[in-house]
């Protein structure tokens, strides 16, 4: 039975290990990581052309189509 209790720490030991491994991962992906994607995406963002499409300048006449002309 002592030999089963000690598997069980040294397993819960290591499971404690790997969960703060997991946890300190995930802060330093919140912390580090994500904010260099925020600015990663906005230098992406800012250096974008202008690709709007422009309009043209349609009559003002609404009723030109029904007119014919």
């Known amino acids: 039975m002592h030999g089963l209790i ?7 030991l ?4 790997a969960s703060l ?3 300190g ?3 330093v992906a919140l912390l580090l990581f994500f904010p260099l ?3 990663a995406v906005i230098g992406v963002l800012s250096g974008l052309e202008d690709s709007t499409v422009r309009q043209r300048n349609p009559s003002m ?3 030109r189509w029904r ?3």
């Open 61 to 63: 006449d609404p009723t």
């Open 21 to 23: 491994m997991v946890i």
């Open 25 to 27: 991962g995930a802060l």
């Open 67 to 69: 007119n014919g002309s």
């Open 37 to 39: 994607f925020l600015f």
């Open 6 to 12: 000690s598997f069980f720490t040294v397993v819960l």
């Open 14 to 17: 290591f499971l404690t290990v």
